[in-house]
């Protein structure tokens, strides 16, 4: 496609219920990265795939999170168990082979627990 | 790993006056050095970039310098604007240029 796309673009939950958060990024894009935006804040790093492997999942906060990539394409993030601290906007962003080439994000799933 | 300061956090200036945002790194191999832009509502949106081959770069209104000696490097943004109100991230990519590493961010706000 033309740009990253995310979905949902917003998702509320129930406190420890799992969600799966998608992204698909630009066509041809090798690499691929989760970061997390709180509210006012920074951008977390979370994971970084290159093609199908991820050799960085050294910012995953803890093993509930989960992060997947098939066919060199579409990533799935999945939290189990939700808790209210990871309410948070979840950007994707992809990359033409290294980081150096610039990200493209998308505009992000919003993760509201209640 | 590579670490990014940047400053200042809030900013605001006057429709026309010209912002600068500074940031530092710590990984003197980091050869690439971009400015993102945040609106309200949306990721951040990649405006400018810069190898450490040069030492300035420019689009339009706005333009980037890297002091490599020093390991700083700053967005400059002239003839402000209101739509130039955003939050600005710099990033610098770690070893191996496997990731970036984003600055915490300047909330930039232009006054009418």
């Known amino acids: 496609g033309a740009g990253v796309s995310q979905s949902p673009s917003n998702k509320v939950t129930e406190k420890g219920k799992d969600v799966e958060l998608r992204c698909d990024p630009i066509?041809?894009?090798?690499?691929l990265y989760w970061y997390r935006q709180s509210l006012g804040q920074g951008l977390e790093f979370l994971i970084y795939?290159?093609?199908?492997?991820?050799?960085?999942k050294s910012g995953l906060p803890s093993d509930r999170f989960s992060a997947e990539r098939t066919g060199g394409s579409v990533s799935t993030l999945t939290i189990q168990r939700t808790q209210q601290e990871d309410s948070a906007v979840y950007l994707c962003?992809?990359?033409?082979?290294?980081?150096?080439?610039?990200?493209?994000f998308g505009s992000g799933t919003r993760l509201t627990v209640v | 790993g590579e670490n990014v300061e940047q400053h200042p956090s809030t900013l605001s200036v006057q429709e026309g006056d010209s912002a600068v945002i500074k940031c530092t790194y710590s990984d003197s191999a980091s050869n690439y050095f971009p400015w993102y832009k945040q609106e309200l509502g949306k990721g951040p949106q990649l405006i400018i970039d810069?190898?450490?081959?040069?030492g300035e770069k420019k689009d339009q209104r706005i333009a980037v310098t890297l002091n490599k000696t020093a390991k700083h490097f700053s967005l400059h943004i002239t003839e402000t604007q209101p739509e130039d109100s955003a939050v600005y991230f710099c990033?610098?990519?770690?070893?191996?240029?496997?990731?970036?590493?984003f600055g915490t961010g300047t909330r930039l706000t232009i006054i009418p």
């Open positions: 810069i190898r450490s081959n040069v």
């Open positions: 066509s041809g894009h090798t690499a």
């Open positions: 962003a992809s990359s033409l082979e290294w980081a150096n080439y610039g990200y493209t």
């Open positions: 795939f290159q093609g199908n492997s991820a050799p960085d």
């Open positions: 990033a610098a990519p770690n070893f191996g240029n496997e990731k970036l590493t």
